[in-house]
């Protein structure tokens, strides 16, 4: 894995005491953070330390990642309450600054939209959220992913539209609720698309 230079001490720490199959997870994402970042011009160092710091709280159950979001003073959505794993990045996000030092803001947002994607996220963001949907071994574990990790290497934006499609197709399978914040990434990418393509309704 290519860690970040300046990757406090106790988040490399931190990562190393990760369960193995969510460190092998971690290290695979900043691995594909880097290499995302190079081929859409992001600042590599910043999005493998927002990789490195992303999943810190996936360990968490729903009641920690409720009672951490109180402490850190968030405040859980009506979705977030009915499905707390949504929680680990803001959490996470948090802790990364609470206990690791990170204070650079883009790299801390990263962190915590990597899992529900949000409207006018940064190329930082994007890097970051794609990088964890397509790292190669949640494509074995999930093969439908293949298209998105083929779509990544032209279009930042259609990789996450192609995500989203997915992650929506499986939550109305399931009969899960779509967190607003994925409702907005993927409406933002869609109109953008429109208006790319010229394509308006009426």
Not at 164 to 181: I, Y
Request: charged residues 30%; contains cysteine.
């Amino acid at each position: 894995m290519g860690r970040p230079l300046s990757a406090p001490e106790s988040l490399l720490q931190a990562v190393e005491e990760l369960p193995l199959g969510l460190r092998l997870h971690v290290e695979g994402v900043v691995d594909e953070a880097r290499r995302l970042a190079r081929l859409y011009g992001a600042d590599e160092e910043r999005a493998a330390l927002a990789a490195l710091g992303h999943d810190l709280a996936r360990t968490m159950s729903g009641s920690q990642l409720l009672r951490a979001a109180a402490e850190h003073g968030l405040e859980p959505n009506e979705i977030e309450r009915f499905e707390p794993a949504l929680l680990h990045g803001p959490v996470g996000a948090r802790l990364l600054a609470a206990l690791h030092g990170v204070e650079d803001a883009e790299v801390l947002a990263a962190a915590h939209y990597h899992t529900t994607a949000r409207a006018g996220m940064s190329l930082l963001e994007k890097v970051v959220f794609v990088a964890d949907k397509i790292e190669e071994g949640k494509v074995r574990e999930q093969p439908e992913l293949t298209a998105v990790r083929r779509v990544a290497e032209r279009d930042l934006d259609e990789a996450i539209l192609s995500y989203l499609d997915v992650h929506v197709a499986r939550a109305a399978e399931r009969g899960w609720p779509l967190h607003p914040d994925t409702v907005a990434a993927r409406n933002e990418l869609l109109l953008a698309r429109s208006r790319r393509c010229g394509n308006r309704e009426g």
